[in-house]
Every structure is written in structure tokens, then in C-alpha cells.
């Protein structure tokens, strides 16, 4: 089976997650796909595979070397739009131009620039109407396939394999129930990115915020001097905040508070938010920010009642690889030996390998030749995924 063959009949199994699941995994086709999953890996060969009692898949593989190296993906797709795609269309050597999804939906290059950055490659895209789904199958595509490789060439390599497929990391919960020691890595990897040419040791710092304002209720008529209207309260709260601060005018480093849910009535709203920073400092002052509205608008209205609950969710592994370089050095070499060009980009969001990594498993991200995930437009470079191959063989040596 090829990267090819293998990778298309996984994105036509649908795993999509669901946020407002209480069950680990949150979609019982998660379950399923890890089922098959594991015999696809003893059907290569590998007999130490199994689904633990959390539904998340590992496997080892003894090469008798003194330290392992771990590969992780997530099994699960993001709850966007629906996924199982069943007929994806391959653009061999891809000429620059717009890509027609179907009558409605046209991939433009002036719209979507990565696409500059593929040309020449075999890409890998949607009917306009599914998910693509490679974040992350393209990332369990790869690691199958490299897999593959090492079975039958085990003398060239220097370390110990082992595997792990995770759920639900779509809605955050991806690592919740990983098993450093079930694991028995020494430094892992999630492949879990955009372009084979970036990986990822710097994540946000990241915290959630929920904001309860309690109004005062009474008949429009009779509402003057009384009525404590929530809604306005909320809006009013909104507005203390920077303007600018938001993820629609942030890049690179830049931190943002993000309003993500907005619900209410006279009596009764709440904000939800979203705080991120790579710097710990700044996520702290972005803190204060909301606990300083919240003390403005009582000290405006003090007949209304705030709330305000605040929860660090997950923090920047970059603290961590500063004083421990191992796998980033592994990276380096690699690519250094195959003569191929690596950037550093920080991620402007989480990854699994931040939480695994303060679990004391070392695990940067690398990339997968996906690009556009979330949505119709997603797309994936096959001529990237297929020299990730290529670039964890290296790694393995």
C-alpha cells in the first residue's frame, strides 16, 4: 500500500471530535479507528500494539538500542465542517493556477498564497464540501509508512521505535490521557504541522477566561433608574479591552484575547474568551487586563454582579527546550544530512507536545505537508508527506 492508497483510506473514515462530548473519546468512530489502527499494525508486523483502556493507541518496537524515539499523531479531525471524504482529487505536479473544487468553490492562489510554495508538487485535495482530514492523517500516513521502512531495515537505525495515536486534540483534550510510560520514549515528535520545512518547539502560553454579568430586570416601562441591562454591561466590558488585541490583528509572537462565545439576556451574560502569548509575563498582564475591566464596570454600576474565573490551560514548551536540545538537535542534523532547508516557527496555538513535554517526554513538532486545515480548502502536498519519510529516516540513524 502506498503513503498515497493508505492515507486516503483513513480520511474516509470519519473521526471528527466533539466539543460538548464528556466522553474521552468525545466520538465513538475515534474508538473504531483506533481499532483499526492497531490491526493495521499488527498486520505489518508488529505484535507489542494495542488500545489501552483510554482508546488511545500505542505500539513499540524493540530494536534492541539503548534509547527510543517516539512518533505521535491524533486520530481525531476538527469539528469544522463534515469529514470522510470519500473522493479527493490528486493534481499531479501542480502548474500554480486556481484549483476548482466544484461549481461553487474555487481555491485561488491570490486568496490562498501556500499554494506558491507547492508548485511542481502532487497535492491532495477536497470535493469543496468535506475535510480533508490530514490534520493529522497525513501525519498517521506518515509514520505507517516509515514504519514500513523500518520493519524490514532495522540495522539502519540507531534507535528504538515507538508509536502512539491520540484522540480528541482537536478540542483540546488530545494529551489528557497519554501515558508518558506506556510511551517508553526517550524524546518524541508529533507530526502534527503545515510545510515539512518548519517545526515547532515554541507554542502560547495559554489561559481561558469566562466573564458572569448579573443585570437587573424589570419592565422597560418602569426601567429608569432601575434596569441594569447585562447585555450592554457585556459590550461595555468588551470595549475596555484593546481593540487591537485580537487574533485578526496579531502575528508572529503576538499575543490576543479573543472573544470566542457571547451569550445573554437583561439579567444575565456571559463572555467567554480566550487568552494566548508566547511570553508567560504578558499572558499575566493580559490577565489583568480583564480583572481591571471587571473592577472598572463595578465601580460604574454597583448594583450589577461580575464574575470572572480564570484557568491556565497550557503552557509554552519553549521554556522547557531551552535548557534541553536533544530532539531539536536531532532535527538539525537531519536536515543538515539531507540538505534541506528548517525553520523555527512558533505556533499560534497549542500542541499536544507542549502538554506531553511538561508530562517529561521532550516532544517539538514537526510538519506534514498539510496546509489550509479546518476547512474546504484544506490540501495536502503527497511529495511533502512522502519526504517526511525521508527526513525521520535520518532522524532515526
Known amino acids: 500500500m502506498t503513503i498515497l ?23 465513538s468512530t475515534q474508538i473504531e479507528f483506533g481499532k483499526m489502527l492497531v490491526k493495521d499494525l499488527k498486520d505489518l508486523g508488529v505484535e507489542e500494539a494495542y488500545q489501552d483502556e483510554n482508546h488511545v493507541v500505542y505500539a513499540f518496537i524493540d530494536n534492541k538500542k539503548s534509547k527510543t524515539i517516539g512518533l505521535i499523531a491524533h486520530m481525531d479531525t476538527a469539528p469544522t465542517i463534515a469529514g470522510g471524504i470519500k473522493n479527493p482529487r490528486l493534481i ?33 485535495v477536497t470535493d469543496g464540501e468535506h475535510l480533508l482530514g490530514g490534520d493529522d492523517k497525513a501525519g498517521v500516513a506518515i ?63 495559554a489561559a481561558s477566561a469566562k466573564v458572569t454579568i448579573e443585570g437587573v430586570g424589570v419592565h422597560p416601562g418602569n426601567a429608569k433608574g432601575i434596569m441594569i441591562n447585562s447585555v450592554l454591561l457585556g459590550t461595555e466590558f468588551n470595549n475596555l479591552l484593546p481593540k487591537d488585541m485580537i487574533p485578526s490583528k496579531t502575528e508572529d509572537h503576538e499575543g490576543f484575547i479573543h ?109 506534514t505537508g498539510d496546509f489550509n486545515p479546518h476547512g474546504r480548502f484544506e490540501f495536502v502536498s503527497v511529495t511533502q508527506m512522502t519526504k517526511m519519510v525521508e527526513i525521520l529516516k535520518e532522524l532515526f540513524k
Do not use: Q, W
Open 5 to 27: 492508497e493508505r492515507f486516503k483510506k483513513y480520511i474516509a473514515f470519519d473521526t471528527v471530535s466533539d466539543e460538548n462530548s464528556l466522553t474521552y473519546p468525545s466520538t
Open 259 to 367: 472573544l470566542d462565545e457571547f451569550h445573554g439576556d437583561v439579567e444575565k451574560t456571559t463572555l467567554s474568551y480566550i487568552l494566548r502569548d508566547h511570553d508567560k509575563n504578558l499572558l499575566e498582564e493580559k490577565k489583568e487586563m480583564l480583572r481591571s475591566a471587571k473592577n472598572k464596570i463595578l465601580a460604574k454600576y454597583p448594583k450589577a454582579k461580575i464574575n470572572l474565573e480564570i484557568k491556565d490551560e497550557y503552557r509554552n514548551m519553549r521554556d522547557y527546550f531551552i535548557n534541553h536540545m536533544d530532539a531539536i538537535n536531532l532535527i538539525n542534523k537531519a536536515y543538515i544530512n539531507l540538505r534541506l532547508p528548517i525553520n523555527y516557527t512558533p505556533i499560534r496555538g497549542g500542541t499536544d507536545g507542549a502538554t506531553i513535554t511538561y508530562m517529561g517526554l521532550p516532544c517539538p513538532n514537526l510538519g
Open 143 to 205: 509514520i505507517f509508512e516509515f514504519l514500513t521502512y523500518y520493519l524490514s531495515h532495522k540495522s539502519e537505525f540507531n534507535y528504538n521505535l515507538a508509536i502512539s495515536f491520540t484522540a480528541d486534540e482537536e478540542i483540546g483534550r488530545g494529551a489528557s490521557k497519554f501515558d508518558v510510560k506506556k510511551m517508553k520514549a526517550d524524546l518524541a515528535y508529533t507530526l502534527d504541522g503545515e510545510s515539512i520545512y518548519e517545526a515547532n518547539f515554541e507554542n502560547f502560553n
Open 92 to 124: 499531479e505536479k501542480y502548474d500554480g493556477s486556481d484549483i476548482k473544487l466544484n461549481v461553487t468553490y474555487i481555491m485561488k492562489v491570490e486568496d490562498f498564497p501556500v499554494l506558491k510554495t507547492v508548485i511542481g508538487d502532487d497535492l491532495l
